[in-house]
């Protein structure tokens, strides 16, 4: 792992037993001695921290100091109404590609007079120059490397928090904030990558480690690695960048309809302008050949990323393949991801082949763990 990076956290990792390995171009936290299944519990039942300081952080400002003109020039590289985010609101967005295929998802909010993006990690430097290729002209894009970038998720992490910070209390899901705590300013989101109420904050690099202690110091809240982190999202029927979405899938396939809002769908006010517009608008409008479906695999075998799923329990060809796939420690019971014939109804049972054989699962709504937000 010697040429991996490192975050700001690396030795606290270490210092609270953190088993590390690869992940992004980083060395990050796997689990800790608790374990996977106790980390994901003890964050649907109190408060984890997870460090995300290798995911991307992107300050997009408009030259010409108009957040206006940030959200319309942002508008050409993402089916998302940017123009209508508020300001102290975030939106989940998606950059496509000129096939309608997702480059990356992100998180954008509005601050006011600029934009604030995050990005996945495995994508920020291609999302950076991304943006510099497309925007230049008209914005100036700086990528934030003097920042760490924590979660604090789960019902307990409001309680947590409001300890060191007080106000958060009165902040909704999806709300933005500037806050400080001690000395540091503090960017503040009310969201997060679980399916549990929780905040991001993004915390100055020289008061991460000391941030993080406050946190951990509390009775409340655990460290989490990278295992629960996976099967808290996956519970939650969140998709995972090259994996669940990636440069050959559409929103629509994706099943992200809900991400792309009114204003920039046919008959919309600002009606496409963004790459893969034709293939994702006609897809809107007629629906795609596969979509991303939830599976309940019966009985206790998992079936993990690559397993085929076939329509019969023998013959024919494969009909799609699953793209994340594991147990959920929550709803006590395999869980998975594929994408499917958009045709095939909710409750049909489908068949994975594992080891050879082929095992029924069922469609499945998602998510397969209720969301708990504060709206």
Known sequence: MADLKRTVLYDLHLELGGKMVPFAGYEMPVQYPMGVMKEHLHTRAAAGLFDVSHMGQILL???????????????????????????????????TNEDGGILDDLMVANRGDHLFLVVNAACKHEDFAHLK??????????MVTDRALVALQGPKAEAALARLVPD??????????????????????????TGEDGFEISVPNKFAEAFARKLLSMEEVAPIGLGARDSLRLEAGMCLH?????????P???????????ARRAGGV????????????????????????????????????????????????????????????????PMAMAYLPADLAECATVYGEVRGKRLPAVIAPMPFQPTSYKR
């Not at 990323?305 to 929550?330: H, K, L, N």
């Open 61 to 95: 400002t408009a030259k010409s100091g108009r957040v206006e003109d940030a959200a319309l020039a942002l508008e050409k590289l993402v089916p998302v109404d940017i123009l209508g985010l508020q300001q102290g609101r975030q939106r989940y967005a998606l950059f």
């Open 133 to 142: 290729a497309h925007l230049s002209d008209s914005c100036d894009i700086g």
């Open 168 to 193: 958060v209390v009165d902040m909704k899901f999806m709300d933005v904030a500037i806050r400080q705590w001690d000395t540091a300013e503090l960017w503040i989101s009310r969201s997060g990558y």
């Open 242 to 250: 090259g994996h669940d979405i990636d440069t050959t899938t559409s």
């Open 252 to 262: 629509v396939e994706g099943n992200l309809n809900w991400a792309i809002q009114k």
């Open 270 to 333: 600002r009606e496409g302008g963004f790459p893969g517009a034709a293939r994702i608008l006609s897809e809107l409008a007629k629906g795609p050949a596969r979509r991303r479906v939830g599976l309940r695999p019966e009985g206790r075998a998992l079936m993990r990323e690559g397993t085929e799923v076939f329509a019969g329990p023998e013959g024919g060809a494969p009909i799609g393949r699953i793209t994340s796939g594991g147990f959920g420690p929550s709803i006590e019971a």
